[in-house]
């Protein structure tokens, strides 16, 4: 693979890897070349602990006293939008999951496999966790089983996700729940609409309590997280001559971490006008916010990092949700994730390793 331009050697490498993994087709669902990829280039220095078909942790030799951390990433992307094959293109990696998250999949690849090679021993010990489907519905994904599982994740001090947050932590995410709301009437004839029940009007007036819904800003931890609700998807209507007897909502209710799953389903319950119902459809909880640990002090002092709150659902939640610390922290742009442009400067991969290689080997 050739060089690109003026770039160091450290930021070629991490170019050619991110270009590499982009280039290997890997929609949800179809993810079977590129974990075995993944899983060709984890090092001698980090032993299988786990595998299974869509998921896997590799660990270094455990050390007395020192901390655990787990680096994660997820593999998968969306569906392409004629944005399969990648590209260099000034000072970018462009091309289907670059953001989300390949370009992070490589840092952790690379700082990896540069441990073994220069045989480094780290100040703390190193787990990797490489994992598929994470851009599906929650229950399709394989973390769960993993947790069941492995010995090592429950070992964690803290879990770092390489998630795209343009290199700065973000702690924390919303809850992600999401609710139908079933309007019912009676059909009948357009030319005699005074013999049907109009269930489009009745969506028309019940749907306003949730459309009105204001954000709410909440402050945890020292970060404020927006809480929103949304109206996200409306079905109705049976022929352009015919009174609709149903109509379907989906609300979909982005909930700060100071609520519960309860009283987050609790809150769209009371806003649930007369005669209709209402269905829980999913939920993804919340994640403690983790913003007090020493070890996430100190990958902020290895790269003077920002931290934010995560105005999003990650992963993080699978890791606190069972008492372990996580944060997000990767080189994508948040704002290129699912984009038909896709791409991740180079620059912020070199941020992004640099980083975690301070993190990792003591040299902050």
């Known amino acids: 693979m050739p060089r690109f331009g003026a770039m160091s050697d450290l930021a070629t490498r991490l170019a050619e890897r991110t270009l590499e993994l982009v280039n290997i087709p890997s929609e949800s669902r179809h993810e079977a070349e590129i974990a075995a990829h993944v899983r060709s280039l984890v090092p001698p220095m980090f032993e299988p602990e786990y595998e299974a078909e869509d998921a896997f942790v590799w660990a270094s030799a455990r050390r007395e006293g020192r901390p655990l951390v787990v680096l994660a990433g997820h593999y998968d992307t969306v569906p392409g939008q004629g944005n399969v094959a990648g590209r260099i293109e000034v000072g970018h990696v462009v091309g289907l999951g670059a953001s989300d998250m390949k370009g992070g999949l490589a840092v952790m690849l690379e700082l990896a496999r540069a441990l073994d090679a220069e045989a480094i021993e ?49 702690a924390g995410c919303l809850g992600n729940m999401n609710a139908r709301i079933t309007f019912h009437g009676v059909s009948g004839h357009s030319a005699r609409p005074w013999t049907a029940e109009n269930a489009i009007e009745k969506a028309l007036d019940g749907l306003r309590p949730y459309a009105a819904i204001e954000p709410r800003p909440v402050e945890i931890g020292g970060l404020t997280f927006t809480e929103v609700a949304s109206v996200t998807q409306i079905e109705g209507g049976i022929a ?78 699978d890791f606190t949700t069972r008492g372990i610390d996580a944060v997000n922290f990767g080189p994508g742009a948040t704002r290129y994730a699912h984009r038909r442009d896709e791409r991740v400067e180079i620059g912020a991969l070199e941020q992004a390793y640099t980083t975690l290689w301070r993190f990792v080997t003591g040299t902050v």
């Open 122 to 170: 780290p100040e703390i010990d190193i787990a990797l966790l490489a994992f598929g489907k994470e851009e599906l519905p929650a229950e399709f994904s394989p973390l769960p089983a993993l947790f069941d599982r492995s010995l090592v994740v429950h070992e964690a001090a803290l879990a770092i996700l390489l998630e795209p947050t343009d290199c700065t932590i973000q």
């Open 240 to 317: 352009t001559n015919v009174i609709p007897d149903r109509v379907e909502a989906n609300v979909n209710f982005r909930y700060a971490p100071d609520r519960s799953p309860a009283a987050a389903d609790a809150y769209l319950r009371s806003l649930l006008p007369e005669g209709a119902s209402y269905e829980h459809m999913g939920d993804s909880p919340p994640a403690r916010v983790v913003t007090d640990s020493s070890l996430v002090q100190r990958l902020r002092a290895a790269g003077n990092l920002e931290l934010e709150p995560k105005q999003a659902w990650t992963n993080v939640a």
